[in-house]
């Protein structure tokens, strides 16, 4: 196992998962939760390669994918940089929290996982409206209803069953 004390990652070269999959997933990772910040520049593909002891192409690779992904831009003379993470890892890290919240309501009244799940695949139908899937954050815009749906109040819940 090869380990980068600048970022904290390892790999794991006996693993089924490939080095460069290792390596952008972890770093995605650093990202999404906001270890490595905006404008941190990483490590180069080079010097990654030697603490990580892999092939440079390993690396550039990783960082392709991540470049891919909006995660970082790379640039010849001004190395890989963070960039400002999107809005989707807010919001990821938004829903994990409240899933957790419910997770803790579902086990304090004893509610078997398969009931749990059901509900929250009932919530999901329900929600299949445009307008039912604006988050109270979004500014007013011209939503349009769903084909065949009677239009209703901005932001209001409408059961579609």
């Known amino acids: 196992m090869s380990r980068c004390p600048f970022l904290g990652i390892t790999v794991e070269e006996r693993s089924a998962?490939?080095?460069h999959e290792q390596i952008r997933s972890q770093i995605a990772g650093l990202i999404q939760v906001g270890v490595l910040s905006p404008g941190v520049r990483l490590p180069?593909?080079?010097?990654?390669?030697?603490?990580?002891?892999?092939?440079?192409?390993?690396?550039?690779?990783?960082?392709?994918?991540?470049?891919?992904?909006?995660l970082v831009r790379?640039?010849?003379?001004?190395?890989?940089?963070?960039?400002?993470?999107d809005r989707s890892a807010q919001d990821w890290a938004?829903?994990?929290?409240?899933?957790?919240r419910l997770t803790i309501e579902i086990a304090a009244v004893e509610m078997d996982e398969d009931t749990a799940i059901a509900l929250l695949r009932d919530a999901m139908t329900t929600l299949k409206r445009p307008d039912c899937l604006k988050r109270p954050d979004d500014p007013p815009g011209n939503e349009?209803?769903?084909a065949g749906s009677s239009p209703g109040r901005a932001g209001e819940i409408v059961d579609l069953r």
């Open 17 to 19: 998962i490939p080095l």
């Open 144 to 146: 349009e209803p769903a």
């Open 74 to 85: 790379s640039r010849r003379r001004s190395g890989t940089v963070v960039l400002l993470p």
């Open 94 to 100: 938004r829903i994990r929290e409240s899933v957790r």
């Open 44 to 70: 180069s593909i080079r010097s990654l390669a030697r603490e990580l002891d892999v092939a440079v192409n390993t690396v550039a690779r990783a960082y392709r994918a991540l470049e891919d992904a909006g």
